[in-house]
């Protein structure tokens, strides 16, 4: 078992060692509608001639429920499953986040690989050991910490990826710079998105998900490092479920993008960030990803859900991480009301 996610260029060769300890009949594979088309024929290609039974779920964070894991589990049940078995995750944050939650939980856990298809998966969802899933209205209500035995990153997966998908990664990824250093920030500020995709090097990926990968090495559990990278989530979650609430559909990293600018409005205004950070990350948001469809009405019905986040509320009151400056962020900070309103308003106004 082992934290660090590795980029690999030959696929078949990256699975050997986990196939090898699999017994025959006992490899399951889980995609979802999309990547079951779209990526299933590159990893089918590595596996070759060894078989594996194929569960596939349906795409789309509506569908990260109970229901999919119980397609999980009877779908290993049905098959015999044993506590030797070993699931592929091939998909993004969704697939990674439920399969991991089935596979943590079938016969009390059994090991599981990642094959990330999406760039936010790739630097994010799939490593770090969370899984989990949406319950009664609550993204990643019910959930366990239960590391993958691997994480394979294999860049040609990406080419299929659609650009709105390429954007809600490239945020997470933003993300990680302003948690790592100046240097790392601006080579990420330089990368261009345009209609297709946003092309950039293997190096850079990895540096960008060691950033992560080093933050849970230090904090598995998040008792107090790990909140850090939850930076631009608290404002981001709560915009997400009043997407959701609304039953309009809306991407994670879009979302975390449009909680940093809010969350960098608090940096400046509470820990004295240089300013210039929030104009970067605001003319990003202007030139990839558009306003939020929220306005100043909705504050109430945001910090509403900003309270029922699991990860915020400390007595009663909502818990952010900020920056002091790009590389030096400070996790369990309260903010006050007004703050918050007007750190909303700025990004509404945009
Ligand atoms: N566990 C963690 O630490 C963690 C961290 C961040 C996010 N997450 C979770 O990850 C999820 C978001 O991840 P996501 O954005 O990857 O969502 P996703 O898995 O829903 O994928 C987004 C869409 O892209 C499609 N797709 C994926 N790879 C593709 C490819 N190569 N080609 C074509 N289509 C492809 C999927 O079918 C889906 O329609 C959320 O549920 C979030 O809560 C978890
Ligand atoms: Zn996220």
């Known amino acids: 078992m082992t934290m660090d996610a590795i980029i690999v260029s030959d696929l078949r060769s990256a699975l050997i060692p986990f196939l090898d300890k699999t017994p025959?009949?006992?490899?399951f594979v889980v995609v979802d509608e999309n990547t079951s088309t779209k990526c299933?024929?590159?990893?089918?290609?590595?596996?070759?001639?060894v078989a594996y039974e194929t569960i596939v779920i349906p795409a789309g964070e509506?569908?990260?429920?109970?229901?999919?894991?119980?397609?999980?589990?009877?779908?290993?049940?049905?098959?015999?499953?044993?506590?030797?078995?070993?699931l592929l995750n091939v998909g993004g944050g969704m697939v990674t986040d439920l399969g991991g939650f089935a596979a943590a939980t079938y016969k009390r856990g059994i090991r599981y690989v990642n094959i990330p298809t999406s760039l936010l998966a790739m630097?994010?969802?799939?490593?770090?050991?969370?899984?989990?899933?949406?319950?009664?209205?609550?993204?990643?209500?019910?959930?366990?910490?239960?590391?993958?035995?691997?994480?394979?990153?294999y860049l040609p997966l990406l080419e299929s990826l659609p650009v709105q998908e390429w954007l809600s990664g490239y945020a997470e990824m933003l993300k990680h710079g302003l948690l790592k250093d100046e240097a790392h920030w601006t080579e990420l500020l330089a990368l261009e998105v345009d209609d297709n995709e946003c092309v950039m090097s293997g190096e850079l990926l990895a540096e960008n998900i060691a950033v992560k990968e080093r933050i849970v090495e230090a904090d598995p559990k998040e008792k107090g490092l790990r909140k850090l990278?939850?930076?631009?989530?608290?404002?981001?979650?709560?915009?997400?479920?009043?997407?959701?609430?609304?039953?309009?559909?809306?991407?994670?990293?879009?979302?975390?993008?449009?909680g940093m600018?809010?969350?960098?409005?608090?940096?400046v205004v509470k820990m004295g960030l240089d300013k210039e950070v929030l104009r970067q990350m605001s003319s990003v948001m202007l030139a990839y990803y558009g306003r939020p469809e929220c306005n100043c009405k909705d504050r109430e019905?945001?910090?509403?859900?900003?309270?029922?986040?699991?990860?915020?509320?400390?007595?009663g009151e909502i818990n952010f991480s900020l920056l002091r400056a790009i590389g030096d962020g400070v996790v369990d900070q309260t903010v006050t009301r007004e703050e918050l309103d007007e750190?909303?308003?700025y990004l509404f106004s945009l």
């Open 343 to 345: 750190a909303m308003e």
């Open 229 to 258: 990278l939850n930076f631009g989530h608290t404002v981001g979650h709560a915009i997400e479920e009043a997407y959701h609430a609304e039953g309009k559909d809306v991407k994670h990293g879009y979302c975390v993008l449009w």
């Open 261 to 267: 600018v809010a969350e960098l409005y608090l940096s």
């Open 123 to 153: 630097v994010d969802a799939s490593s770090g050991g969370k899984t989990g899933f949406n319950y009664l209205g609550v993204k990643n209500m019910i959930g366990s910490f239960a590391m993958p035995e691997d994480t394979l990153v």
């Open 62 to 86: 509506s569908h990260k429920t109970l229901a999919a894991v119980e397609q999980i589990w009877n779908a290993l049940y049905n098959h015999q499953a044993t506590r030797e078995a070993l």
């Open 24 to 27: 025959k009949g006992q490899l």
């Open 301 to 315: 019905r945001l910090v509403e859900w900003m309270m029922k986040d699991k990860k915020n509320r400390v007595a």
């Open 40 to 49: 299933m024929p590159v990893v089918a290609e590595a596996l070759g001639e």
